[in-house]
């Protein structure tokens, strides 16, 4: 099973990021906190102290056209935020 991550970089993170040292990831719906450590530690090089997830619900969407109301659902994923060591960080913008 091959998971996936990628980091999330909104106001809202960033202030987690400064305040508490958490870093805010989506991963694969299916992965769990093990494999979500793991492969942090594996990626950025840092020393992983918790990991938090969140299963974001699909929202409800709508849009008129010319052929009426077309209604639907956003995908469902997964959120990661994850607590590293003090004194570490990760940069995003390295490999820019």
């Not at 805010?24 to 942090?40: M, W």
């Amino acid at each position: 099973m091959e998971i996936s991550i990628k980091p999330i970089v909104t106001e809202k993170a960033s202030r987690l990021t400064e305040k508490l040292n958490r870093y805010t990831f989506s991963v694969s719906p299916e992965a769990n906190k093990y494999q979500i450590k793991d492969l942090v530690e594996k990626l950025y090089g840092v020393k992983v102290i918790r990991v938090n997830t969140i299963n974001v619900r699909p929202k409800n969407k709508s849009r008129w056209t010319k052929s009426g109301l077309l209604r639907g659902k956003t995908a469902a994923w997964k959120k990661a935020l994850v607590t590293i060591a003090d004194g570490q960080t990760i940069d995003f913008y390295s490999n820019i």
